[in-house]
Every structure is written in C-alpha cells, then in structure tokens.
C-alpha cells in the first residue's frame, strides 16, 4: 500500500482519504450527532432506573458557559472536573447507547443525566480516596467525538462490562467533524500533559494501580502520556498503571520510538486489534502507507517476536461482530471481552508479551502459533 501512494502528492492522499472517510460513514449509516440537550439533568419523578452509573470527567475542553457542564472544542489551560449520574434505561442492549429519538430525554427508554456536579481537581481526588473506593477506570476517546459521546459511552462500556471501577473518561478537544483528523491528532497531543499529570493523581491518591482504556486516537494520546512520564522519571506511576488500547491509531515506527523511551511496563500493555479496520485502512492513507498498530496481523510471526520483545501483549479481537461498517468499534461489545479477559488462564495470557487471538465463539485468548502446532500435531 504505501509504494502505491509514494507517487501522489500529499494534496491528493489527503483528498483521497477523505473521501475515503466519508465513504466509510455512509456505509455506517449514522444517525444526528447528539447535542449538548443530552447532557441536561432529568426529573424521574417515580420511575425508578434498575442501574445508575456515576461517571466523573476530567477534560481539556473549556465550558461554554461558566458553571454549567457543557463542553465544546476551545482548549483549556487547566482541566475541567465534573461529576454525572446516568441512568440506564430497561430496554437497553449490550454494545448500544440508546439515544433519545425526541428533543426530550426519556430515562425509560433513553440514557439520561439524572444528577450532576460541577467538581475541581480536590473533588475528584477526595472521591478516588474515600473509604472503600474501587479502582479508578480512565476511558480516552478516540478521534471524532463530542463530550457526550464519550460521556454516554463510558456510561455503556461500564454497565456492560459490569466490573467494579471508578469510571472517569478523560474528553481531550476533539472537534467531532471528518474533515477535522489533523486538528483532532493535534488537540490529542496538546492534551498530553494533562493526561499525564491526572495519571499521576490518581496513582498518588490511590496509594494502588489504576486502569487506563484507551481508543484510537486517544491510543497515541495515552503513550504519548505514558512517554511524558517516563521523560519525568515516574516510574513510580508507570508500574501501577494497567492499560489496555483498542484500535490504537498509531503508526507503527512512532509507537516503537515511543516504546524505546518507555521501556518495558511493570504490567504489559494491552493492545485489542483487528486486520480489517477500515478506519485504520484510511488512517494509514492519511500517513503514506504506513502500518498502523491497531491494525497489526498477530498471526504474522514478525508481529509476535515484535511484541515480545517490546514487552506488549497483542490480541486479535477480529472474531467480534462488528457494530458497524468501520470494524473500528468492536471494544464497544465489552461484556464479551470482559468476561473472557477475566478468566483466570486469560489473565494469565495477559501477563505475558506476545501475539494472542480472541475467540468469541469459545470464549477464549490463545496464541495463534500454538493452535497451529497443535493442528499439524493431528495431521
């Protein structure tokens, strides 16, 4: 693919991958981007939500009105804290987000904002230090998001995956347009101390480990955070992080440049993949034909003595059905991956760099290398 490219001019690749963007959201199909209205506190009156999920923000996106928690694109030179409890509606199913279908939001059939506070840095630690508090749960977006998609989203992946967790979802600027990849990667970036820095609260005010998932573009996002830590020289909050990348939008020599400055984890990364993302496909467009890493084939053995050797664990998830036609959002069907990941023989796989597939069917984590000897060993 990328000596197909090396002969057009960047104009034309940009062009190109547009397009390409395009194409891959009408086969998506998507509905209206919801608005800030979503994020409104609703009364319950006497409907009683069998689950509420409350959620605590950290973002770089300025308010656009002072002391209500509306966010837009405009960067902040200091974080923005909030707390939301968000109701889970009856009729919801694993992997979706049920959205209103009217201008108002119904908690009987809709997520809804039952309550919510506007916080500062002290109210978020003192919530991670109270008596008995789980572990904190960072969520990092990916490209093309407003606030309350990653808000509600965090709200989905925390009840599907029904694990016990301080869920917090870190919403850098994204401008939550196609066109805007560039201006997203750079919002990313521009987020990456901030990110850095409430990694290092949480580890502190933890006193233990804390978790990090990360997706797409919020994947570069987060090792470039992790690369700040290291150049800082805190290792001390680098061994308690556990983090986990689904269809990190990395190119493939940046993040083996990145990895040499990190070092090996106390505890390896995680990194979800999948061949046939269509999203990465024109991700790698946008960089020339470069590989991206949330695109990695595992069954190739390069890719596998490559993540030994880094010190990364890489896990084929391609065996999930997709959600959509980008085969880009297949982490949203955490409640499969969370009950898989949780057994013990696939914690034990999580704990050793290499190559693994994901078996939705059987519900396992095995390296594609053994099951081929295995297969041959019966012929």
């Given amino acids: 693919m990328k000596s197909a490219l090396s002969g057009r001019s960047p104009a034309r690749r940009l062009t190109l991958a547009v397009l390409c963007l395009v194409s891959v959201q009408l086969l998506c199909a998507c509905a209206g981007r919801p608005g800030p209205e979503t994020l409104s506190s609703v009364t319950l009156d006497d409907f009683k ?11 770089t996106r300025g308010r656009t009105e002072p002391g209500k928690n509306i966010f837009g694109v405009e960067k902040t030179r200091e974080p923005n804290y ?3 409890d968000v109701s889970i509606p009856p009729n919801h199913k694993p992997a979706n987000i049920e959205w209103p279908k009217r201008k108002t939001v119904d908690p009987r059939t809709d997520f809804a904002v039952v309550s919510q506070s506007v916080l500062d840095r002290a109210g978020l630690l003192g919530a991670v230090r109270a008596p008995k508090a789980p572990t904190p749960v960072v969520f990092v977006h990916g490209y093309n998001y407003n606030f309350q998609e990653a808000l509600y989203r965090l709200a989905q992946l925390t009840t599907d995956s029904n694990v016990d967790g301080l869920p917090i979802v870190f919403s850098w600027p994204s401008y939550a347009a196609l066109p805007a990849y560039v201006a997203d990667k750079e919002s990313a970036t521009y987020s990456r101390d901030a990110l850095a820095n409430l990694l290092a609260d949480l580890v502190t005010a933890r006193k233990g480990e804390v978790d990090v998932f990360a997706h797409s573009m919020g ?6 955070a992790l690369r700040q830590l290291k150049l800082e020289g805190r290792t001390d909050v680098l061994n308690r992080l556990r983090v986990i990348m689904a269809a990190p ?9 990145q990895l040499d400055v990190i070092g090996r984890m106390r505890i390896p990364i995680v990194i979800l993949v999948a061949a046939d993302d269509r999203a990465l496909q024109v991700s790698s467009l946008l960089g020339a034909g470069t590989q991206r890493i949330g695109a990695l084939n595992v069954r190739d053995r390069v890719v596998a003595d490559a993540a ?6 890489i896990i084929d998830i391609s065996s999930l059905e997709s959600v959509d036609a980008t085969n880009h959002n297949r982490f949203f069907d955490v409640k499969q ?5 949780s057994k013990p023989a696939a914690s034990a796989s999580l704990g050793d760099a290499g190559a693994f597939v994901f078996d939705a069917a059987a ?17």
Avoid at 49 to 57: F, I, N
């Fill in 337 to 341: 991956l969370a009950s898989t990941l």
């Fill in 82 to 84: 909030a707390r939301f």
């Fill in 308 to 313: 030994k050797k880094a010190g990364v664990t």
């Fill in 219 to 224: 994947g570069w996002l987060t090792v470039e």
């Fill in 363 to 379: 519900r396992t984590v095995s390296s594609p290398f053994a099951l081929a000897a295995k297969v041959l060993r019966r012929r």
């Fill in 49 to 59: 939500p069998d689950r509420v999920e409350t959620l605590y923000s950290v973002t």
């Fill in 249 to 257: 939008d990395i190119d493939a020599d940046v993040f083996t440049a």
